[in-house]
């Protein structure tokens, strides 16, 4: 019994350990995540089969409201959802989950991934672009009129097209450009795009202390 206990206590402190590190961490930085309101989707072939499409904004699952964008996958396998309303081009729409794929849907990380707007936020002093003429806050609609209103939807078309040009199609506000584009050797535009900014969620030690034995586990 005393190996048993030496055997067990190696363990159980990793554990310890790891639930006052996370305590700590939450009560005096917080959490930080992408928030779940406002954003989108973008799904693969799973996802596909399942019933979900690229841009989709997940409302409710059951009756819970998820926050956490980063816990969308983890939260619907979890609770055992069986029903997942999302807002899809303005309407409301229940996905009946066939519980039959939740084991291959655990193991597809690009089921919920982050649907990116092609919005630039600026452009690389390095890029060919630099001086193409974009502004903070344009929008890229359409690459060589191929619709792009996802940064995903851009990058096989820029595979294919390395080292070439495009011709992309830009609003700005309520207009609509046409702009010249080069294509590096790695089917790269040399922009950054706007993402989702991280939310930060602060807690007291009293909150960190739950929120630390609930991440540790």
Known sequence: ??????????????????????????????????????????????????????????????????????????????????????????????????????GDFMNDPNVFDLAVPFVIDSVMKSSPNYDCGLASGDRIIALDSISTPFVQDSRKYLATVKGGTVMATVLRGADTLNIPMAVDTAGRLGIYMKVPGIKTKENSVASGIPAGFKLCF
């Not at 590190?21 to 928030?35: H, T, V």
């Open 1 to 102: 019994w005393q190996r048993l206990l030496v055997m067990c206590g190696g363990v159980l402190f990793n554990f310890i350990f790891a639930i006052i590190a996370y305590i700590s961490i939450l009560s005096i930085w917080g959490s930080g995540y992408i928030e779940n309101e406002g954003n989108a989707i973008y799904t693969d072939e799973l996802g596909t089969e399942m019933g979900f499409r690229n841009g989709d904004r997940i409302l409710r699952m059951d009756d819970y409201i998820p926050e956490n964008f980063g816990m969308l996958q983890a939260d619907l396998a979890r609770r055992g959802i069986e029903k997942v309303t999302v807002l899809r081009d303005g309407d409301t729409l229940d996905i009946y989950i066939d519980r039959s794929l939740i």
